[in-house]
Structures are given as structure tokens and as C-alpha cells.
């Protein structure tokens, strides 16, 4: 079993950024994948971005390149999400996702395990 859990969120002016951390117990998750996911009200939930466990391979959004920064602190079973340039569209809760295997994948359906969320909310 693995338990996560993501802090960093909150209110914040458009143009402004956040820095989610999301804390992984239960089991060394060096060689998994981690994602994080976003769901708006009335949205499905997104992949927003994605890591291997050796940070090899990255995947990103159209909509958050340039200004999202996805990382990962395996000595600290840690994974980050900086988010720079934030917009009003951004708002949602953010959610961190661990799936078993190396490899990044975008589904939500692909992963095992998820964080309760943390709300973010960009106001214009």
C-alpha cells in the first residue's frame, strides 16, 4: 500500500506560482512513474504532467509547457510540481498519481495510486 500526499496549494494572482510537493510512504518508489493530474469543476481529470522513476523521460501538457516544471527526489520519496505563469484556466484540484513500472504514461486509468488532492485557484 501507498499513501500520498500533496501540500503546496492555495489562492494566487494570475502570473504568479506555486510549488506542489507530494510525499510518498509505504514503499521505496524508485522505480516508479509518478503523473500529476488536475479535474476542474465539470472536467474530466487531465494529465497535466508525468516522470519516470530516473527522471529520463518527461511528459507535459500543451497547455503547461514552458511553465511547469515536474521533478522527483527519490532519496526523499518526493515528487514536485513548480508552476510559473500561472493563469485562471489552471484552476483545479491537483492530484498526484504513482503507477507501477518506469514508464510515463498519461491515462489515469494507467495508475494505482492517488493523493487526496490539493486546490489550486488562479484569480485573474
Known amino acids: 500500500q501507498v499513501q500520498l500526499v500533496e501540500s503546496g496549494g492555495g489562492l494566487v494572482q494570475a502570473g504568479g506560482s506555486l510549488r506542489l510537493s507530494c510525499a510518498a510512504s509505504?514503499?521505496?518508489?524508485?522505480?516508479?512513474?509518478m503523473g500529476w493530474f488536475r479535474q476542474a469543476p465539470g472536467k474530466e481529470r487531465e494529465s497535466v504532467a508525468a516522470?519516470?522513476?530516473?527522471?529520463?523521460?518527461?511528459y507535459y501538457a500543451d497547455s503547461v509547457k514552458g511553465r511547469f516544471t515536474i521533478s522527483r527526489d527519490n532519496a526523499k520519496n518526493t515528487v514536485y510540481l513548480q508552476m510559473n505563469s500561472l493563469k485562471p484556466e489552471d484552476t483545479a484540484v491537483y492530484y498526484c498519481?504513482?503507477?507501477?513500472?518506469?514508464?510515463?504514461?498519461?491515462?489515469?486509468?494507467?495508475?494505482?495510486?492517488w493523493g487526496q488532492g490539493t486546490q489550486v485557484t488562479v484569480s485573474s
Open positions: 498519481a504513482v503507477k507501477g513500472g518506469a514508464l510515463v504514461r498519461t491515462k489515469p486509468d494507467a495508475y494505482d495510486y
Open positions: 509505504g514503499r521505496a518508489f524508485g522505480n516508479y512513474a
Open positions: 516522470i519516470s522513476w530516473n527522471a529520463g523521460s518527461i
